[in-house]
């Protein structure tokens, strides 16, 4: 379900128009200069079937029907993090739609640990060549008109990155609704005091700037939201509100983290997420796998 077209933009702003996947709590966005057309998505879908091992593409279908139907150009298909969630469905956009690929180039960190996990073989190359571009701190990409800027926000993942555009950023997984705080940090490479860091410099953007998160799960009394402002997150955040201490958050972080359980799709996610979304090389029998490591994680 689109959040809806904003009928008027002040100055300087872009068109931000999220997609909500149901079965995993994922948002994706299509980020649009209102000048030229011009667009990014951000963190896209592929559907999948844990029961059968069956993907879909219903959800980027949506995104490439909207994408048609604006007369929009995409510029650019962008990664938060390598997903524990939900597979990406990069590869077929880009087949679809064209526009260039893009990641943290921590990227490489995260590739290390899994390509290990998951004894991915000699074949897999560990450089993050398998997206078109790897982006780092500062680095800033064109949108038409606008421009998007990268800010490197690990925690959660040594690779996690945010997308400032204009008076908007898509933090990824690092923060969510206020009502629900910040992401959690017990895999491989996150760190919760390296997160309050990071959040601490989105919190330091303009009150007004809008804030953009990758999944919500509803609560009591409110629908699914994926929309916030730096000033709500500053004051209301439950993880990070009211000025809370360094050592209070990591305290937090890591006693609420200790007993959670691991995503449900996280193993064929990281599997094909770490390729940018291309699955494991078929085997002779023209099939491709996803291993299940046992008693590994």
Same mark, same amino acid.
């Given at each position: 379900?689109?959040?809806?077209?904003?009928?008027?933009?002040?100055?300087?702003? $872009?068109?931000?128009?999220?997609?909500?996947?149901?079965?995993?709590?994922?948002?994706?966005?299509? $980020?649009?200069?209102?000048?030229?057309?011009?667009?990014?998505?951000?963190?896209? $879908?592929?559907?999948?079937?844990?029961?059968?091992?069956?993907?879909? @593409? #219903?959800?980027?279908?949506?995104?490439?029907?909207?994408?048609?139907?604006?007369?929009?150009?995409?510029?650019?298909?962008?990664?938060?993090?390598?997903?524990?969630?939900?597979?990406?469905?990069?590869?077929?956009?880009?087949?679809?739609?064209?526009?260039? @690929?893009?990641?943290?180039?921590?990227?490489?960190?995260?590739?290390?640990?899994?390509?290990?996990?998951?004894? #991915? !073989?000699?074949?897999?190359?560990?450089? !993050?060549?398998?997206?078109?571009?790897?982006?780092?701190? !500062?680095?800033?990409?064109?949108?038409?008109?606008?421009?998007?800027?990268?800010?490197?926000?690990?925690?959660?993942?040594?690779?996690?990155?945010?997308?400032?555009? #204009?008076?908007?950023?898509? $933090?990824?997984?690092?923060?969510?609704?206020?009502?629900?705080?910040?992401?959690?940090?017990?895999?491989?490479?996150?760190?919760?005091?390296?997160?309050? @860091?990071?959040?601490?410099?989105?919190?330091?953007?303009?009150?007004?700037?809008?804030?953009? @998160?990758?999944?919500?799960?509803?609560?009591?009394?409110?629908?699914?939201?994926?929309?916030?402002?730096?000033?709500?997150?500053?004051?209301?955040?439950?993880?990070? !509100?009211?000025?809370?201490?360094?050592?209070?958050?990591?305290?937090?972080?890591?006693?609420?983290?200790?007993?959670?359980?691991?995503?449900?799709?996280?193993?064929?996610?990281?599997?094909?997420?770490?390729?940018?979304?291309?699955?494991?090389?078929?085997?002779?029998?023209?099939?491709?796998?996803?291993?299940?490591?046992?008693?590994?994680?």
């Amino acid at each position: 379900m689109p959040i809806g077209d904003q009928a008027v933009l002040s100055a300087g702003q $872009v068109n931000v128009e999220g997609f909500f996947d149901t079965a995993t709590s994922t948002v994706s966005y299509i $980020v649009s200069d209102p000048e030229t057309g011009s667009c990014a998505i951000i963190d896209p $879908v592929l559907d999948y079937s844990a029961r059968s091992g069956r993907t879909d @593409t #219903a959800s980027a279908d949506r995104l490439i029907e909207h994408v048609r139907n604006k007369d929009l150009n995409v510029r650019w298909i962008l990664e938060t993090h390598v997903h524990a969630d939900h597979l990406t469905s990069a590869p077929y956009l880009q087949s679809e739609l064209g526009g260039q @690929t893009a990641i943290g180039g921590n990227v490489v960190a995260v590739q290390e640990v899994f390509a290990e996990a998951f004894h #991915a !073989g000699e074949s897999f190359s560990k450089d !993050g060549s398998q997206w078109d571009i790897l982006v780092t701190e !500062g680095q800033e990409l064109e949108l038409g008109n606008a421009t998007i800027k990268v800010m490197e926000t690990p925690g959660h993942t040594p690779a996690c990155v945010s997308y400032q555009i #204009a008076d908007a950023v898509f $933090v990824g997984d690092t923060i969510f609704m206020p009502d629900y705080g910040t992401a959690r940090c017990d895999f491989p490479g996150g760190d919760a005091d390296i997160l309050f @860091t990071s959040v601490q410099r989105i919190l330091t953007l303009p009150d007004e700037t809008r804030v953009f @998160t990758c999944h919500d799960y509803g609560g009591e009394g409110r629908d699914f939201s994926w929309e916030s402002s730096v000033a709500s997150q500053r004051q209301d955040n439950v993880h990070l !509100g009211g000025d809370k201490s360094r050592f209070d958050f990591v305290t937090l972080r890591q006693s609420r983290d200790a007993g959670l359980q691991l995503p449900e799709l996280i193993l064929p996610s990281v599997q094909v997420n770490m390729r940018a979304g291309v699955f494991p090389p078929a085997e002779e029998n023209g099939v491709s796998y996803i291993k299940i490591p046992l008693n590994k994680f």
